[in-house]
Each structure stands twice: as C-alpha cells, then as structure tokens.
T-cell receptor
C-alpha cells in the first residue's frame, strides 16, 4: 500500500512569512496527526483529526498555526506568520482507528525560518 | 501527566554487540507502548509494540517486554549491525487520551563496522 505522502520535503522562508504543508494519509485511515519535531527532540503532537473533525489541538499555537482536513482525507497545516523557533520537521502520521495500531509516518517537511 | 524517559545518547557500539536502550514511563493504568525508529532523512517507522503487561513485542531481531512492575519497556537486540544506526524513540498511548501518542526524546545509536 502507498505510504503517507507529504510535501514539500524542504522549505526555507523568512520570519513573518507564511508557509503551508500538505499531507495525504494512507487510504482508509480515519485518524490523522500533525507532529512537530525540533532537532534533537521527540515529536510533539500539534493536532489530531478523526475523519474531518478535530480531536485534540491543545498544543497547537492557534495564534499562528492552523490546520484543516477537508472531506476527511488530505490535510493542510499552515503557519502565519512564521517565527525563528518554528524551524523544525513537521511530520504527518495516520492510523486506522487508534494509536494501538501504531502510526504510519510520512517523511516529513523540514522547515527552516531565517 | 503521562511521559516517557529514555536513556540519553548517543550510544556507540561495535557490530555484533548486544544492544539495550532503556525506557521508562509514567502513565495511569495500562497504556500501549511502542518503539519507533528514525533513519537519517526519513520519518519515523513503527518497530514494535506491546499493548498489555508482560507482552513482548519483537521485529527485525529487536524485542521489548512490557514490565508494569518497573514501568519499563527496554529495547534489546542480541547482535547489532551497521544498518541499525538510527534514532530510536520510545512512546506510549495513554489509556484515556484519544489515541494520541507521547514520544520520548529519542536515543541515537551508532554502530561501527
């Protein structure tokens, strides 16, 4: 089966600019996650979708980050405006019904804010 | 709150050496436990999992046993290869938490030929 697709792989922007990341999960996976992985740290959950509804966005900086999952399939994560501390790898993951199955991760988008 | 603590790295071993990466957790009840591996430039891959006490997860020669009494899930492999060089993440999924997964900080493993 096809994996979790993410684009772009790399992005360099200046602070205060905006950026968007795209994720296409594995077909049939109801749950989609966005994680932020800062260099040298473990991934931190930003937002969790179940189908097209938000389950958990408690750690999403809502003043600058937004995410949507239209029609319960693809998802977009946006940052506007970006700050230097947003430099990280943004990982998308999906799972069939719950985390007990484990996640399938995409390759991530490495964002550098200069 | 729920958390995962891993041994700090990097861990450097020679090929065919025995590997142990320690992982302990703090959580209510019986969370599901996981090990993920991240190779350079790639996303995380599920390596193995255990969903109840005394379960042993295994894959690709790696194994880990869910120890409720010590709240541990240590990763072991009897003979490492150069290709095992990667970052290993211990993780848990809380009993109540909407199936989100909490990750440790990761342990980098270098295997020398």
């Amino acid at each position: 089966e096809a994996g979790v697709a993410q684009s772009p792989r790399y992005k360099i922007i200046e602070k205060r600019q905006s950026v968007a990341f795209w994720c296409n999960p594995i077909s049939g996976h109801a749950t989609l996650y966005w994680y932020q992985q800062i260099l040298g740290q473990g991934p931190k959950l930003l937002i969790q979708f179940q189908n097209n509804g938000v389950v958990d966005d408690s750690q999403l900086p809502k003043d600058r980050f937004s995410a949507e999952r239209l029609k319960g399939v693809d998802s977009t994560l946006k940052i506007q405006p970006a700050k230097l501390e947003d430099s990280a790898v943004y990982l998308c993951a999906s799972s069939p019904t719950g985390a007990d199955y484990g996640y399938t991760f995409g390759s991530g988008t490495r964002l550098t804010v200069v | 709150g729920d958390s995962v603590t891993q041994m700090e790295g990097p861990v450097t071993l020679s090929e065919e050496a025995f590997l142990t990466i320690n992982c302990t957790y703090t959580a209510t009840g019986y969370p599901s436990l996981f090990w993920y591996v991240q190779y350079p430039g790639e996303g995380l891959q599920l390596l193995l999992k255990a969903t109840k006490a005394d379960d042993k997860g295994s894959n690709k020669g790696f194994e880990a046993t869910y120890r409720k009494e010590t709240t541990s899930f240590h990763l072991e492999k009897g003979s490492v290869q150069v290709s095992d060089s990667a970052v290993y993440f211990c993780a848990l999924s809380p009993v109540k938490g909407g199936f989100k997964t909490i990750f440790g900080a990761g342990t980098r493993l270098f295997v020398k030929a």
